[in-house]
């Protein structure tokens, strides 16, 4: 399995307060990406890095940020969480170079009361 | 708007059988189309990968063909065992200014049973 690992693994939060998730990998890729998986939804993506400090939006940003400060890290965050950001989210990784095959993480599951 | 459709939604087999799933995008301009498992309550792993000029792919009990021009795909499990019950996703990466992005299909629940 890819090194990837996610954290927090579970979370419980009010909404209106700011939530950051954290995805780590051991592999030195170059793509990180953060989505989140809903019944009905299947996965959409949220933001993407193409490189340290290098990030773009995806289908779904609205309401999250994201940075990365170093190569094994992407972090997200809420800024102030709300309920219809209760989910799972996913974070997955591509070497680049020609290479997309996407590997995922274990997932966090947030959820904003 | 590319568009990923998986049928059928839920497939239940008897241990043994030989089945194919589905899965069909609606913009034809794709890098590349990626196969997944997943479990419950886990992430996504990635089975197989079929390259835009490739026409299938295969590892083990599994197949994956590609057919570009008719934007559709299909996985192959021959023999199957309970142990492959999970839900089964199918992803396309576009071409060009989007080759970054994989959208997903809502998947294919199998179960089967011993």
């Known amino acids: 399995d890819a090194g990837i690992t996610q954290s927090p693994r579970h979370k419980v939060t009010e909404t209106g307060t700011p939530v950051t998730l954290r995805c780590h990998q051991t592999e030195n890729h170059r793509y990180m990406y953060w989505y989140r998986q809903d019944p009905g939804h299947g996965l959409r993506l949220i933001h993407y890095?193409?490189?340290?400090?290098?990030?773009d939006k995806g289908e779904v940003s609205d309401g999250y940020s994201v940075s990365r400060s170093k190569t094994e890290d992407f972090l997200l965050t809420l800024e102030s969480a709300t309920s219809s950001q209760t989910s799972v989210y996913f974070c997955a990784i591509s070497p680049g170079l020609g290479n997309y095959e996407q590997y995922f993480g274990p997932g966090t599951r947030l959820t904003v009361t | 708007k590319q568009e990923v459709t998986q049928i059928p939604a839920a497939l239940s087999v008897p241990e043994g059988e030989n089945l194919v799933l589905n899965c069909s995008f609606t913009?034809?301009?794709?890098?590349?189309l990626q196969w997944f498992r997943q479990d419950p309550g886990k992430g996504l792993t990635s089975l197989l990968l079929?390259?835009?000029?490739?026409r299938e792919q295969t590892s083990g009990r599994l197949n994956a063909s590609l057919d570009k021009s008719s934007g559709r795909s299909t996985l192959y499990i021959a023999a199957s065992q309970p142990g492959d019950s999970a839900t089964y996703l199918c992803a396309v990466r576009g071409s060009g200014g989007s080759n970054y992005k994989l959208t997903f299909g809502k998947g294919t629940l199998l179960t089967v049973n011993p």
């Open positions: 913009d034809s301009a794709i890098y590349n």
């Open positions: 079929i390259q835009s000029s490739q």
């Open positions: 890095s193409y490189g340290v400090k290098d990030t």
